[in-house]
């Protein structure tokens, strides 16, 4: 069984990879899910375009796992050497934009959700959530399903970790930042030149350091990654824009973070984008953790962001494929990390006790 949902699931990716799912423009693969699920007699339920289902014999009673990764997918880079819409396998490798990110993960786990829907014994239940707007961190992705689907107790989310356990990931607040001067003719002396003035402000968030470093996610990193000003030659602009990157860790919140740059940055003004991608978390000693070590699984914390951002349950991140493909031209995952992926996925879940 385990060996001919393999095969579907890789047949299912080829077909992924092959269909443009953009973020909020995943309706033609969300229904090729649709027609996975109708593949396999299990009842299904599509809400905008995620697609979701619980196994055969749900039981309230029962602590509820949920199964979650997502289908939609960046816009290509320019460096790419091979049709990111194609489906190519060369040496083991399946090429194509979301291969890796996180279209292994997915498939894999529709094949876990598959072999475990009809067992009558299960220890709990579950759920399996296909979700969209996971790149952009949009409004109808995996946030906007919380409130639909049953009530989750844990969950694994499906990103690439060359199956070993992310058990906590940084959260993210983007700031846009202002620094002021005193616009004038570049001909005339200028005291104020807002460019200049922003030299010690790109010093100060250098060097800056946040004081509580997280064990499993090292220290706070905060990166200036956009700069803006001017608009011609021969005149000095009112004001320098800023676009800050920080990567939290699981000793502050976003709004501890917010007020710490609010109360010290050098800036005229400083205003977060959005405060609701948190930092998350599972205890080292949670079941899901402990039956993925006893299967000889590491740990480790990851710096990129997932869905796991607006679970509020605890959720380990889990999957096939290597983070440091995502987003890279001519991205790849190795047919072998798929098959592995979902043999481990069964194993840790006939393993864990909830």
Known sequence: MISTLTEQAISLLKQLIETPSFSSEEDQTAQLIEQWFQLHNIPYQRTKNNVWAINKHFDETKPTLLLNSHHDTVKPNNGYTKDPFKAIVEDGKLYGLGSNDAGGCLVSLLATFAYFYGQKNLKYNLVI?????EESSGDNGLNSMLSVIPNVDVAIVGEPTLMHLA???????????????????AAHPNDDNAIYNTI?????FKNYEFTKTSEALGVVKMTVTQINAGKQHNAVPANVDLVVDVR?????????????????????????????????SIPIDHPLV???????????????????????????????GDSTRSHSADEF???NEIEEGIKIYIELLNRVIL
Not at 167 to 181: I, M, N, Q, S, Y
Not at 200 to 204: D, K
Not at 251 to 266: G, M, R, T, W
């Open 248 to 280: 939290v860790n699981d000793k502050y919140s976003n709004q501890e973070i917010v007020d710490v740059l609010q109360q010290e940055a050098p800036c005229d003004s400083i205003i977060p984008r959005s405060i609701k991608l948190n930092s998350s």
């Open 290 to 320: 402990k039956a993925g070590i006893e299967i000889g699984r590491n740990t480790y914390g990851s710096p990129t962001l997932s869905d796991q951002a607006v679970l509020s349950c605890p959720s380990l991140k889990l999957g096939p």
């Open 333 to 335: 995952i190795y047919i």
């Open 200 to 204: 010690s402000v790109l010093e100060w």
């Open 129 to 133: 959530v296909a979700s969209a707007e």
């Open 167 to 185: 058990v906590a990931e940084k959260g993210l607040v983007v700031f846009d930042a202002v620094v002021k001067g005193t616009p004038s003719h």
